[in-house]
């Protein structure tokens, strides 16, 4: 298939949207963001990236905490609206029912059916941007996406989630269907022989 | 909604996956990753994070390059088969037609409708995990993927990218449907009166 070189063009996808969540001068502040992942499982080690100048920034410093929340395709136009809002210039106090965790400082969003409450253990920055690597404190999960199997909870399949993804076509996204399982679906795979 | 505490479990969704290249001991070898994301989008700033002891990570290190290949559907055996031996044991060199761009040590794969070929910029550990943060050198799109609107070049829908999602129920996904236009969908939302 022939190529085309874009130049330097930052096509990640797809790109999970979440609501970060901090305390800013002591009020919940939510921001849109895309910029954020997952950098190891056990034991779970997450980031945001954020511009420098963003107000939610201020109250990640201060605290050292924030929480990642999951909004649902249903919640497109808040998140959207988060988005494109400063903290500095509108109370996002309100859009939101939230709780807190035993770290007492990372607001979190009732409304979103999985939590995430992040405490920073490390922070860089490159270029414009802060990043915040995380360690997971607590994860916060709807009782009614929790499944019990073998004595052990866990979360329900993904698309029960129903998560919103970004692309870099500037659309937002519902996610599909399941297509396989993991570390078994290379048992239809074939490897050549090397001989 | 009442929440059930997962304890400290890492649910950040959807993932994506990707395939991880880089020449080790001359040889092109690739792995699968999940934990792969967006820091920055001008300059376009990402990250992959590798446990310490994987074989790739050595030709990153060596060279200080890596490419971000998007698999599409049909090629979850080879991708989940990426992701289930190492380098050590298995040639992966012969697994896909692979090609270079400015930087010669970032191997690619033809095959895949997206690739980024990476210059890390900043690389740090964290427990057993080594994290590459990157600037994208130069983005390669198969040419029936790439659209021309008012002069300028870029990427088709994500739908036709087909790109491979996973999640923590170990599970691979499709992407779903567009489900709105960014900084668009708030029109759609009234905040609350503060007065």
Request: net charge negative.
């Given at each position: 298939?022939?190529?085309i070189?874009l130049g330097?063009?930052p096509?990640?996808?797809?790109i999970?949207?979440?609501?970060a969540?901090?305390?800013?001068n002591?009020?919940?502040n939510?921001?849109?963001i895309?910029?954020?992942?997952l950098m190891g499982?056990?034991?779970?080690?997450?980031y945001?990236?954020?511009?420098?100048d963003?107000y939610t920034?201020?109250?990640?410093l201060?605290n050292?905490?924030?929480?990642?929340?999951?909004?649902?395709?249903?919640?497109l136009?808040?998140?959207?609206?988060?988005?494109?809002?400063s903290?500095?210039?509108?109370?996002?106090s309100?859009?939101?029912?939230v709780?807190?965790?035993?770290?007492?400082t990372?607001p979190?969003?009732l409304?979103?059916p999985?939590?995430?409450e992040c405490?920073?253990v490390?922070?860089f920055s490159?270029q414009?941007?802060?990043?915040?690597?995380?360690?997971?404190?607590?994860t916060f999960?709807?009782?009614?996406?929790v499944?019990e199997q073998?004595?052990?909870?866990?979360?329900?399949?993904?698309?029960?989630l129903d998560?919103i993804?970004?692309?870099l076509?500037?659309r937002?996204y519902?996610v599909?269907?399941?297509?396989?399982?993991g570390?078994?679906e290379?048992?239809?795979f074939h490897?050549?022989?090397n001989?």
């Amino acid at each position: 298939m022939p190529k085309i070189s874009l130049g330097s063009a930052p096509y990640i996808y797809p790109i999970p949207i979440i609501l970060a969540g901090a305390n800013v001068n002591s009020k919940p502040n939510f921001a849109t963001i895309g910029d954020c992942g997952l950098m190891g499982i056990r034991p779970p080690l997450v980031y945001i990236s954020s511009g420098k100048d963003h107000y939610t920034n201020q109250g990640i410093l201060e605290n050292e905490t924030f929480s990642i929340n999951f909004p649902t395709t249903e919640m497109l136009p808040v998140v959207d609206y988060c988005g494109t809002v400063s903290g500095r210039v509108v109370d996002k106090s309100s859009l939101f029912e939230v709780f807190y965790g035993n770290l007492k400082t990372a607001p979190m969003i009732l409304k979103c059916p999985v939590n995430l409450e992040c405490k920073v253990v490390k922070e860089f920055s490159i270029q414009h941007r802060q990043i915040f690597v995380a360690e997971v404190a607590q994860t916060f999960v709807d009782d009614t996406l929790v499944i019990e199997q073998d004595g052990r909870k866990s979360i329900v399949e993904l698309a029960r989630l129903d998560p919103i993804l970004y692309a870099l076509d500037n659309r937002y996204y519902s996610v599909g269907s399941a297509i396989g399982t993991g570390y078994q679906e290379h048992k239809e795979f074939h490897p050549p022989s090397n001989g």
